[in-house]
Structure formats: structure tokens, C-alpha cells
């Protein structure tokens, strides 16, 4: 890459599950102009506008056309991507892609979801081949449930364990001004919460919500003029992974994760790491902020994403290594069990993991010093997207 | 062991819906109850756009300043439709038309009626034609006619 | 940004229904139509790495290699790997309508080596576990018929 690329801007709506107040563009507009705000520029400083949204969530198409009034893409070079649930994170990696080009110096990057406007369920079952499995499709929640079943099976992993985490979710959530859900949970409440499909509760589920996030990054001449906080943009990777239908006879498919060989969760972080010199998360790391639409997919990728040993996941639950305050800490924001506007998500992990690299967080900022944060993002059952934020080149 | 294509119909169906926002909603409800026709005011660009947005595009104001572009206007252009399509709102002929209201500087798209096709031309008058029971979206207008 | 008690805010009906052609191809089609005239499931295995594809494919995924002709018969038959009760209902986009899970749904292990997912016949969370044996139950002769995968009522029990 020909320039180094900083985050200098960062911006979300607060996060509900209803926004009749606002259209979509007007939605978008805040996470604008809350991003601007924040890197002091006005939209004659911006070069290039990269947007987007997951499909079949909205019941209109062409969503860049309707929104550059409120995103500022008027007249501008940009692009719309829509990765399913990596919307947001793919959307931020197009424009850290921009800027390093050279192409342009200041790119503008917004996500959004509406999710008041559609069916969650009904867009997600639409993902699933129309010739195949779509007649018994249920969506996120059988899959994660799924996941939940078999590792419990393999591991000896509690339901209580997946609680544990479910409430560390809930007090950063609490902390965090922007999140969706924020209902001082109790262990009791979460595994007394409505089942779905065992063992997956309503409460290990991410909610369905409204929001939008934006994010302003620049090339390293110009982030160093904008502020005296970058973020430093130190590496980021996308991946795609086996889809389920091959089958080796004698080879169980892995049912936790879908599919048969490695998952896109263990060869992006396994990319990311040896590219960046990092052999122990856990040492080389300050704090994630994952993708984890479900509390059992937390405790099952922080096996994948090599955070601690194969079936060791539930026993971080146990010991709390990943709250704010332990060894480790996951999501200090709440993370998308909390607050999930599916096309802006994976981009809120990256503005969450931004504002902790610059001491900025506020309430749920961690304590101790963030030199280096990493996010992840999971879109369907195929493909991850995972970033390294830092504070120093 | 090659076959013949083997296609299956099906469908999408989801009920979505569109919730305008707080500006489109002001106009709207003005246009449903009072036969109102709004725009809104950019200050910076002095233009009046019709429909009315939040934003405007050009200097990136927030706009809110809501003003009533009345419910006469230009057409600055048209088409006639002669093809049945399900989709079409109406029996063909039919004309779909530009149109530039006497207090905005933009085009609505919208129907012309109460005119033989033929007779529609660019330049042309036009008046709103409300419907009896609105319901706060722009078809409360039913067409535009000559004046 | 946030609401003032009383406010309108209007909301506009957006219904959509849309009609497609979705075309299985060759491969695909063939898995299809085995089950739409002869009531069987087929794969293909891949000439390189010897996976099958279920359904069946041109191309290995894994591989990338073009399959060849290679049919496998996989049998009606297979073992459940995973079951679930589905407590919650979902909003059908083939449909438009809210559908109801009735029955269990399983992952299923045919006895040719391929994973499909259906139904269980079986709806007493006492008599379902992993490990259980079962078949395919085929919807009777002028009733199914349509190619895809609810040509199949249910996976019965095989009783021992
Ligand atoms: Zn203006
Ligand atoms: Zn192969």
C-alpha cells in the first residue's frame, strides 16, 4: 500500500428499536454528521463517500441513490457495498482501501439498517437457496442455536456459562450512551428469558434495531493534520470460507460452525496475527470488539479466533477474563447482542475499538491503556472480516 | 448426462413499510388536512425543493423551514404511456408529467389528467386535483389538469 | 431526535411480491429431479478430493475441479447428528405468512455420507436424540411432485 490510513472520525446515531421520527437518509445523516463533528471537517474536506445496507432489510433498492443528500455523496466519487452482516465492516474496509490507494486523501464511510421498516426473519431466510433449504429456513437463531447445541455437546459447557457472558454484555451496555438494550440483567433474568430453539433464549439473541454509524479516515499526511488522535489502521483482511455442501464421508461437518475444514473465523484471525507479529492475543492485544449476534457465538469464536485454547471458551465465561476489568476484555461497548443494526454493525465495532485506542469512550472506556484493539465481523455462515486498530504506527 | 433446465417459480413477499420522517410527515399531514402543497426552504442556496428533504444536497444545510409552494405549476415535461403493464397505476393512455410548482425550484413526478394525451405539451398550466379522502402521501393529489 | 408526545409521523405500506424463475442448472436439477420422479437422493462426488456435493454441482468448491459423471445414490435412509424444537415462528418471505415449525428439525446424516437438513415425524422430545435412525417419507404420488425438498413429508423413526 502506498500510504498509511487513520481513522480521524467517528459518529453513531443512538441505537432504538423504532425511529419513526426519521427516514432513512435523515437516519444516516446523524452518523454523518456526528463523524464530521468529531474530525473537525466539514463535507468540502471529503473526497469519496463508500455506503451501504444489507439487502431485503428495507423495502427500497438503489439505497445510494436515495441517500446522497444526507450522506454528502452529491457529486462525489464513492460506491455502495452490501455484505450481509459484514456490511459495515467491509464498507470501512473499502475506504481504508481508498485512502491507502492514494486515490483520494479523505474518504467518508457510512452503514445504516432500518430495521423498523422490514422482517429481520423474512430477509434472512432469503439468504438461503430458494431450491434447497429456504422451506425450513428459520434464520440466525436456528444456526446459532445449533452452534450452542453441538459445542455444549463437545465441550461441557453449561447454559450458565453462555448467561455469564450475556450479562458481562448487558453492564457494558449500560455504560455505553449509544447502546440498544441496556436492562441490568441478572443471571436469573437471562435463563429465565423466552426460549427460542434450546438453547438458544431471546436474551442470547441480538435485538432488532435502528442506527446508523459513520466513520471519516484519512491518508497518513492528511490524519496527521485533522487531529492529534489517530487512529492508526495497522491491518485489516477479508475472508470466505466453505459453504455445507460438500461432504466427506468419515468427516463429521463441524456443525458448530458450519461447513467442513477451517472456518473464515480461524484464517483471518491466523492472517491477521502472523502478518502483525502477534502470537499471543491475549498479551499482543488490549481489547476486541467482536461480532457476536448471539452470546454462543461469542463463546465458541473466542476458541476460533484463537483468543484461548480449543474448548476453553466457556471456562473464560467462568473465570471472567473477557470483562471490562479481566485479562482480556470483549465488547466493553455491549456488543451486538445488545445493539445490532445489522448494515452498520460490524462498523460500530470498529468506531467502538477506535474510541478505545483514543482514550475516548467514556463510561466504558477501559482503565488501563489501549495500544491495540481488534474487531471481527460474520456475515452469513461464510465469511469474517477482522481489523487491527492502533494507537502508535 | 445432460437434461433439460430445470427452472422452478417462486416468489418474494415481505410486508415493508416506509416511515417518511419528521419533515415529510409535517408536509404530508398539511397536504392531507389542509390541501397544502410544501417544500422546503434551503436559506443558503435560496432554492425551494418539492418534495421536501432534510438535507440539501448542494451545501449540506439542515433544512426545516417548510413553506407552502401552492397548487399550481409548470410542466416542464411528459410522457404518454400507451402499454398496459400490472404495475401501472391506470388504464393507458395515460401521462405521466413533470412538475414544476409555481413556489419550487424542483420537479414533482406526477399524473396529468382531465386532457386528451394529445393535447399535453411542454409549458403547459397545470392545477392540482385533490382527492376527496386523504391520506397523507403525495397520491392525495389525484392528478394535475390544465388551468 | 426523539419523539414529542403526540406527534404524527406517518408510515407508508411498502407490500412487495415478487415473482422469480429460479433456474437449478444441470447439476442442481438433477439432484431436483431424482427426487421429484424417482423419489432419491443423488450427489455427485468430486473426481479430486472424493467429497460428494449434495446437492449436486459443476464445480467442487474445494477443489475447484469440474466434476464428471460420478453419480452417487445416497440413500433414504440416514442418522440424525442434530435435532431442535422450534418454539419461535417466522415471517415466510415465499409466503408473506408467519410459519409455524410443528415438527422438529433435524440434521441428517444419509447413509451415503451426505448432510441434508428436514423434519423429524417424531414430535416427543423423550423419544428424539442424536444418533437415531431414520428415513425419508416421500409425499404420496400426485401429491408431491414439485422438485425441491417438500416433495418430502418427514424423516420417520426406523423402529429396531
Ligand atoms: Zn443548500
Ligand atoms: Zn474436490
Not at chain 1, 24 to 30: A, D, G, P, R, T
Not at chain 1, 32 to 57: H, P, S, W, Y
Not at chain 1, 233 to 239: A, I, M
Not at chain 1, 347 to 374: N, S, Y
Request: glycine share 8%.
Amino acid at each position: 500500500m502506498a500510504e498509511r490510513v487513520a481513522i480521524v472520525g467517528v459518529g453513531q446515531t443512538y441505537h432504538r428499536s423504532r425511529r419513526p421520527d426519521v427516514n432513512q437518509v435523515e437516519l444516516m445523516n446523524e452518523a454523518v454528521r456526528a463523524a464530521l463533528d468529531d474530525a473537525q471537517l466539514t463535507l468540502k474536506d471529503i473526497d469519496a463517500v463508500v455506503m451501504g445496507n444489507m439487502e431485503l432489510f428495507e423495502g427500497n433498492y438503489l439505497v445510494d441513490m436515495w441517500a446522497s443528500d444526507g450522506i454528502g455523496s452529491y457529486l462525489k466519487p464513492g460506491m455502495k457495498i452490501t455484505t450481509g452482516g459484514t456490511t459495515g465492516a467491509t464498507i470501512s474496509c473499502a475506504a481504508f482501501t481508498y485512502a491507502a490507494s492514494g486515490l483520494f486523501n479523505t474518504v467518508l464511510a457510512v452503514a445504516f439498517e432500518k430495521q423498523d421498516e422490514g422482517d429481520t426473519r423474512a430477509g434472512l431466510i432469503s439468504v438461503r437457496d430458494p431450491l434447497w433449504d429456504r422451506f425450513m429456513a428459520i434464520g440466525a437463531v436456528a444456526t446459532f442455536a445449533r452452534m450452542g447445541r453441538s459445542y455444549m455437546r463437545a465441550s461441557g459447557c453449561q447454559e450458565e456459562h453462555a448467561a455469564l457472558l450475556r450479562v458481562k454484555a448487558d453492564r457494558g451496555a449500560c455504560r455505553n450512551p449509544y447502546a440498544h438494550l441496556k436492562l441490568n440483567l441478572t443471571i436469573e433474568d437471562v435463563m429465565n428469558s423466552r426460549m427460542l430453539i434450546w438453547p438458544m433464549r431471546l436474551l442470547y439473541m441480538c435485538p432488532t434495531t435502528v442506527g446508523a454509524a459513520a466513520l471519516v479516515v484519512a491518508s497518513e499526511r492528511k490524519a496527521k493534520k485533522i487531529t492529534k488522535k489517530p487512529v492508526w489502521v495497522q491491518d485489516w483482511v477479508t475472508v470466505h470460507q466453505q459453504s455445507a455442501r460438500v461432504h466427506r464421508p468419515g468427516e463429521e461437518a463441524r456443525v458448530r460452525t458450519i461447513g467442513v475444514g477451517e472456518t473464515s473465523h480461524e484464517r483471518a484471525a491466523q492472517l491477521i496475527y502472523k502478518r502483525n507479529g502477534i502470537t499471543k492475543p491475549i498479551r499482543d492485544i488490549d481489547v476486541a470488539e467482536i461480532y457476536e449476534p448471539s452470546t454462543w457465538g461469542e463463546l465458541i469464536w473466542y476458541e476460533l479466533y484463537g483468543f484461548c485454547e480449543p474448548g476453553e471458551g466457556w471456562r473464560w465465561a467462568e473465570k471472567g477474563v473477557t470483562d471490562m476489568e479481566g485479562e482480556f476484555p470483549v465488547n466493553p461497548s455491549g456488543g451486538v447482542v445488545a445493539t445490532n443494526p445489522i448494515g452498520a454493525t460490524a462498523m460500530i465495532r470498529i468506531v467502538e475499538a477506535a474510541l478505545q485506542v483514543r482514550g475516548d469512550a467514556g463510561e466504558h472506556q477501559m482503565t488501563r491503556p489501549v495500544r491495540r484493539a481488534f474487531t471481527t465481523a460474520w456475515g452469513g455462515q461464510n465469511w469474517t472480516v477482522a481489523t487491527l486498530l492502533s494507537k502508535s504506527i | 448426462m445432460r437434461q433439460e433446465p430445470f427452472v422452478v417459480p417462486g416468489k418474494l413477499v415481505v410486508p415493508y413499510r416506509y416511515f417518511v420522517g419528521r419533515l415529510a410527515s409535517k408536509a404530508l399531514i398539511a397536504l392531507r388536512d389542509d390541501k397544502k402543497v410544501m417544500g422546503v426552504r434551503c436559506p443558503t442556496c435560496n432554492l425551494t425543493y418539492m418534495p421536501p428533504r432534510s438535507t440539501c444536497g448542494r451545501c449540506f444545510s439542515k433544512l426545516e423551514e417548510l413553506v407552502e409552494v401552492g397548487d399550481k405549476g409548470t410542466v416542464l415535461t411528459y410522457t404518454v404511456v400507451y402499454h398496459k403493464e400490472p404495475v401501472h397505476p391506470m388504464e393507458p393512455p395515460f401521462v405521466y408529467g413533470l412538475i414544476k410548482l409555481d413556489g419550487a425550484d424542483t420537479a414533482l413526478p406526477h399524473f396529468i389528467g382531465e386532457v386528451e394525451p394529445e393535447k399535453v405539451s411542454i409549458g403547459m398550466k397545470v392545477q392540482a386535483v385533490f382527492k376527496d379522502k386523504r391520506e397523507g402521501n403525495i397520491l392525495d393529489i389525484k392528478y394535475f389538469k390544465p388551468q | 431526535m426523539t419523539e414529542k408526545a403526540g406527534e404524527e409521523f406517518l408510515v407508508m405500506p411498502i407490500p412487495l411480491e415478487l415473482p422469480f424463475q429460479w433456474a437449478a442448472g444441470s447439476y442442481h436439477g438433477r439432484t431436483l429431479r431424482e427426487i421429484k420422479d424417482n423419489n432419491r437422493f443423488v450427489g455427485i462426488r468430486c473426481p479430486q478430493c472424493k467429497s460428494i456435493l449434495f446437492p449436486a454441482a459443476m464445480v467442487c468448491p474445494l477443489c475447484h475441479v469440474k466434476v464428471g459423471e460420478d453419480w452417487v445414490e445416497l440413500g433414504e435412509k440416514g442418522t440424525v447428528e442434530d435435532f431442535a424444537i422450534v418454539e419461535m415462528s417466522v415471517l415466510d418471505p415465499s409466503t408473506g405468512k408467519e410459519r409455524v415449525e410443528s415438527q422438529p428439525q433435524a440434521v441428517i446424516r444419509l447413509d451415503g455420507g451426505a448432510v441434508m437438513e428436514h423434519r423429524l415425524e417424531e414430535k416427543d422430545p423423550q423419544k428424539l436424540r442424536v444418533g437415531m435412525r431414520v428415513e425419508a417419507v416421500f409425499k404420496p404420488e400426485g401429491e408431491g411432485g414439485k422438485g425441491d425438498l417438500t416433495d418430502i413429508l418427514y424423516f420417520r423413526t426406523i423402529e429396531k
